[in-house]
């Protein structure tokens, strides 16, 4: 098969490795890609919302399946763009459609989505700039603290926690009348906030059939013990102590199925990935918010622990025979630390040298490349979340080992990464 896949960060990386480890590809081609996904695949200039160029390399190429990695390209519309295209129409694209999509594209329409089909969640209003005295109003008849998420796309940072009424009048109000996220928070979510302990779940889905991937907790705060100000993702480790077999099984029954059927019923075309926001409230799921496409840097993480071929997974997804993948996950646990430029998720310097690279990758530890770029035979830093390096081991402690060592080994100037990534599930349950 030849492979085009659409992305350039850690995600993208980590399909990249899988993909090329199946001996049904023949080639891989990675649009726009990264330093690391050029050391094993051919990158390739094209933009991800590019879609005529995109349509020209595909029949040019001789394209067999294309992946989408990040969730802008399908929100935008390339799977309908390509079922539009009688040269097109036959070549499977991993992903939903546009309106599939929304569910991670607009917060409103995904908590809509969950009250029309009893998928639990946390109680929630959505505001317009016209009804901001009424969400103000709401505010204050809320619990504290409270959670205010900008409506659209805003790349992982359009979620507030307030701790107070002032901060949350002020930030709601920022966010609908100064468009603190831009166009993201024309319209904001109001939601209750739900006390529990946070993970993500995985589903790949050919829209009638799905398997469910290894569950992943991550760390989006930029300080250590969850401080500071939230980021695309500093860290992710799995398993998760908590996401036993009963708790797995309640997500699969009160939200997998019916998210599936739900989907289904409403004509949507979701073939494709199924990020779960869960938090464990007492031993009960509850959706925070839905994404259509892996997690990065969970991703990462996920991954390795994925023993059968993932490049016949994402053909029986594209083709709707997923129904007779099996599905094989290794018992190993991973754990992945993100090093980030300093500054990061403000200002940062980029082109600076990262030194102390492996030259392959190994069993312990694995470095997948996200914002990254080779210049004159140096990888340089091109982006604010850098590398994200995967640990293996038979437990958490000796994968967070593993990955912490390599981590030591790599620098840059101003690198930065989290110490305590993984800690709170060491002491989980003590």
């Excluded at 464990?280 to 993480?301: C, F, H, L, S, W």
């Excluded at 018992?331 to 990262?354: H, L, Q, S």
């Excluded at 967070?400 to 989290?418: C, F, G, T």
Aim: glycine content about 10%.
């Amino acid at each position: 098969m030849k492979i085009l896949l659409l992305g350039s960060g850690g995600r993208e990386h980590a399909f990249a490795w899988k993909i090329v480890n199946s001996n049904k590809c023949e080639k891989l081609y990675v649009a726009p890609g990264n330093a690391g996904t050029g050391q094993i695949a051919e990158n390739v200039n094209l933009g991800v919302n590019d879609f005529e160029s995109i349509r020209e390399f595909v029949l040019q190429k001789d394209i067999t399946m294309v992946v989408v990695g990040p969730e802008e390209p399908l929100v935008r519309g390339i799977v309908d763009y390509f079922a539009k295209d009688e040269s097109l129409r036959s070549i499977p694209v991993i992903g939903p459609d546009q309106k599939g999509a929304t569910l991670e594209g607009s917060k409103d329409f995904s908590k809509k989505f969950m009250t029309r089909h009893g998928i639990p969640t946390a109680a929630h209003d959505t505001f317009t700039p016209e009804t901001v005295d009424e969400g103000v109003e709401f505010i204050k008849k809320q619990t504290l603290p409270i959670v205010l998420k900008a409506d659209g796309l805003a790349a992982g940072k359009g979620v507030l926690i307030c701790q107070n009424y002032q901060e949350a009048e002020a930030e709601f109000r920022d966010m609908l009348l100064n468009q603190k996220f831009g166009e993201a928070s024309s319209k904001v979510v109001v939601e209750e906030f739900l006390q529990g302990i946070e993970l993500s779940v995985f589903v790949v889905t050919d829209g009638e059939n799905y398997k469910i991937l290894p569950a992943a907790k991550d760390y989006k705060r930029i300080g250590e013990r969850d401080t500071g100000l939230n980021t695309g993702g500093m860290g992710a480790v799995s398993p998760v102590p908590f996401a036993d077999d009963s708790f797995i099984s309640k997500v699969e029954h009160s939200i997998v199925q019916p998210t599936i059927q739900g989907l289904h019923e409403e004509g949507v075309n979701y073939k494709g990935f199924l990020f779960i926001g869960l938090m464990n409230v007492d031993g009960e799921p509850k959706v925070i918010e839905y994404n259509v496409r892996m997690g990065d840097p969970e991703t990462q993480a996920v991954l390795p622990r994925i023993k059968s071929d993932f490049l016949d997974m994402l053909y029986a997804v594209g083709t709707k025979t997923l129904s007779g993948y099996d599905l094989q996950i290794d018992n190993t646990a991973t754990t992945t630390i993100v090093m980030v430029a300093g500054g990061y998720p403000d200002g940062y310097e980029k082109g600076n040298e990262i030194t102390g690279l492996p030259q392959q990758q190994s069993e312990k530890a694995m470095v997948f490349h996200a914002g990254t770029k080779a210049e004159n035979d140096k990888v340089l830093t091109s982006g604010g979340r850098v590398l994200g390096i995967t640990g293996r081991g038979n437990s958490i402690e000796e994968a967070l080992k593993n990955a912490y060592k390599q981590v030591e080994a790599i620098s840059w100037k101003d690198v930065y990464y989290r110490k305590d990534i993984g800690q709170d599930i060491l002491n989980y349950g003590k």
